[in-house]
Structures are given as structure tokens and as C-alpha cells.
Nanobody, 124 residues
Framework: VQLQASGGGLVEAGGSLRLSCAAS????????MGWFRQAPGKERKFVAA????????SYADSVKGRFTISRDNGKNTVYLQMNSLKPEDTAVYYC??????????????????WGQGTLVTVSS
């Protein structure tokens, strides 16, 4: 499975960005995709995740109400719509996938496949 993340960039505080992560290769009907982020000098942290088959979602408290994760079945793509961005949202954002889970996963080590990361910079 290959994951290709895109959509990062520079935005002012209060602005919006939409990240995309296209999955290719072997996929299954039941899997989980997630977004994590890693700020300089910090550990990689959970942002949001979606169970592909049923569309159920989970979010980190820090992004609830501002970020929305969604998927497009036909395109095998997961999106992260980020609104009301804050400087503290600045990080490299990674998408991840696990093909064997029936529940949302919150820990980075639980995901088997990772995209290359896309940088989001929010200026104050």
C-alpha cells in the first residue's frame, strides 16, 4: 500500500487548508486511515482517524470542531479539512493506514503504512 499526502502550505491564522491522502495498491474493505502531526522537536501525535467501511471518525481534543476527516471511496482518498487554523497547528502532517483493524486507532505504532508527510505552516 502506498500513501501519497498533499495539500500542505502556508496559511494565516484563522485560515483553512485541505489535506489529501491517496491510497494505492492493495486495500481491503475494512481498514482505518488516520492523520498525525509532528511539530519540530516534538513527538508525532494523533489528529484524526476514520474507519473506512462505516465512516466513523475520531478526533484529538485539540482539533475537535475545527478539523474534519472524510473519505472518498471511489478515489481511495482521505481528506483532512482544517478550519480556523492556529499557529500551534504548524507541523508536518502524516497520513497513515492499517488494513487489519475494525476500530479507530489512536497510536502511531498501531499503523502499518505511512505517507511521506506534508508541511502545514500557520502564521500569526
Amino acid at each position: 500500500v502506498q500513501l501519497q499526502a498533499s495539500g500542505g502550505g502556508l496559511v494565516e491564522a484563522g485560515g483553512s487548508l485541505r489535506l489529501s491522502c491517496a491510497a494505492s495498491g492493495r486495500t481491503f474493505s475494512s481498514y482505518v486511515m488516520g492523520w498525525f502531526r509532528q511539530a519540530p522537536g516534538k513527538e508525532r501525535k494523533f489528529v484524526a482517524a476514520i474507519r473506512w467501511s462505516v465512516g466513523s471518525t475520531s478526533y484529538a481534543d485539540s482539533v475537535k470542531g475545527r478539523f474534519t476527516i472524510s473519505r472518498d471511496n471511489g478515489k481511495n482518498t482521505v481528506y483532512l479539512q482544517m478550519n480556523s487554523l492556529k499557529p500551534e497547528d504548524t507541523a508536518v502532517y502524516y497520513c497513515a493506514a492499517d488494513l487489519n483493524s475494525n476500530t479507530v486507532l489512536f497510536r502511531a505504532y498501531e499503523y502499518e503504512y505511512w505517507g511521506q508527510g506534508t508541511l502545514v505552516t500557520v502564521s500569526s
